[in-house]
């Protein structure tokens, strides 16, 4: 956020308790018949306080938007609904009708002038992950997948639906091909069009996973490094001087959100015992 933004932000947010102080003050204090603020009226001038500063928050965050750039996640194996369960033990599904609509709010939000998919998939159901390959290729505005640790199958699908495909130097990217001749044409056609790669190069790569490297040799992936040089670039792109990320995601209930929180803990944790088993900082190469 521009200091100028949160300046603003600031001015409303206080200019909301302000408000909310002197209307609290005038309802529950003047207003009544005794002169002398009690218990009662106090505690209820605090609740008006409250949502007061609130309120005044939400009108600030429109006015003065903290992010230009949304972000949605692809993340476990791609399903129409999410109902389907994962073909990897313990994975998670991700469901192609609500990635589709946080792209689709992502896109009617003028705040948010480009889009990140953060990929981190093995592939999925072909029509859900087409589905969620076109919202992305119709969205207004710069697109880019961004390969955290798998980008296969159907996330090569998906990502050849975006503008700039990103992926880290030891993420492991390829896999094109799917059941059924019909599939598997369509399947090399998108690839190599979205990556403007040769049909054939695309062709050659079935069932292959490629480290990131590998992958921007043959035309994989358009851009190597961490997320910081994803950042810049996009930024620059947009003509500003850094980007400002808001997370694009459905609404969930507490049971969920908690086992979102301890999926991401897990993996956090488990990068960090696998790190303890590579040579001299580079990735482990086995796929």
Same mark, same amino acid.
């Given at each position: 956020?521009?200091?100028?933004?949160?300046?603003?932000?600031?001015?409303?947010?206080?200019?909301? +308790?302000?408000?909310?102080?002197?209307?609290?003050?005038?309802?529950?204090?003047?207003?009544?018949?005794?002169?002398?603020?009690?218990?009662?009226?106090?505690?209820?001038?605090?609740?008006?306080?409250?949502?007061?500063?609130?309120?005044?928050?939400?009108?600030?965050?429109?006015?003065?938007?903290?992010?230009?750039? +949304?972000?949605?996640?692809?993340?476990?194996?791609?399903?129409?609904?999410?109902?389907?369960?994962?073909?990897?033990?313990?994975?998670?599904?991700?469901?192609?009708?609500?990635?589709?609509?946080?792209?689709?709010?992502?896109?009617?939000?003028?705040?948010?002038?480009?889009?990140?998919?953060?990929?981190?998939?093995?592939?999925?159901?072909?029509?859900?992950?087409?589905?969620?390959?076109?919202?992305?290729?119709?969205?207004?505005?710069?697109?880019?997948?961004?390969?955290?640790?798998?980008?296969?199958?159907?996330?090569?699908?998906?990502?050849?639906?975006?503008?700039?495909?990103?992926?880290?130097?030891?993420?492991?990217? @390829?896999?094109?091909?799917?059941?059924?001749?019909?599939?598997?044409?369509?399947?090399?056609?998108?690839?190599?069009?979205?990556?403007?790669?040769?049909?054939?190069?695309?062709?050659?790569?079935?069932?292959?996973?490629?480290?990131?490297?590998? +992958?921007?040799?043959?035309?994989?992936?358009?851009?190597?490094?961490?997320?910081?040089?994803?950042?810049?670039?996009?930024?620059?792109?947009?003509?500003?001087?850094?980007?400002?990320?808001?997370?694009?995601?459905?609404?969930?209930?507490?049971?969920?959100?908690?086992?979102?929180?301890?999926?991401?803990?897990?993996?956090?944790?488990?990068?960090?015992?696998?790190?303890?088993?590579?040579?001299? @900082?580079?990735?482990?190469?086995?796929?």
């Amino acid at each position: 956020m521009s200091g100028l933004d949160a300046i603003g932000r600031g001015a409303v947010i206080l200019l909301g +308790a302000v408000v909310a102080v002197a209307v609290g003050t005038i309802l529950f204090g003047v207003v009544p018949a005794e002169t002398t603020l009690g218990t009662l009226e106090v505690l209820l001038v605090v609740l008006v306080v409250v949502l007061g500063i609130v309120l005044s928050g939400r009108i600030a965050g429109q006015v003065f938007p903290g992010y230009n750039v +949304a972000e949605v996640s692809v993340d476990g194996a791609i399903t129409q609904s999410g109902d389907s369960p994962s073909p990897l033990p313990g994975g998670n599904s991700a469901a192609s009708d609500d990635i589709v609509e946080q792209i689709e709010k992502a896109d009617a939000d003028s705040n948010a002038e480009a889009l990140i998919l953060n990929m981190n998939t093995p592939g999925g159901e072909v029509v859900a992950s087409e589905d969620i390959r076109y919202a992305a290729e119709q969205f207004d505005g710069p697109t880019v997948a961004y390969a955290t640790n798998l980008c296969a199958s159907g996330g090569m699908w998906i990502a050849s639906g975006c503008d700039e495909f990103h992926a880290r130097e030891g993420s492991r990217v @390829g896999s094109i091909g799917v059941n059924g001749i019909k599939w598997y044409d369509q399947f090399i056609e998108t690839v190599a069009e979205g990556r403007d790669v040769d049909p054939e190069t695309a062709r050659e790569t079935e069932a292959r996973i490629y480290l990131g490297t590998e +992958a921007r040799e043959i035309g994989l992936v358009d851009t190597l490094g961490p997320r910081d040089e994803m950042e810049e670039n996009l930024a620059a792109e947009l003509g500003v001087d850094e980007i400002r990320v808001e997370e694009f995601e459905p609404e969930r209930g507490l049971q969920e959100k908690l086992s979102v929180v301890a999926t991401r803990v897990a993996r956090g944790f488990g990068r960090g015992v696998a790190s303890v088993f590579v040579d001299d @900082g580079h990735p482990n190469g086995r796929v």
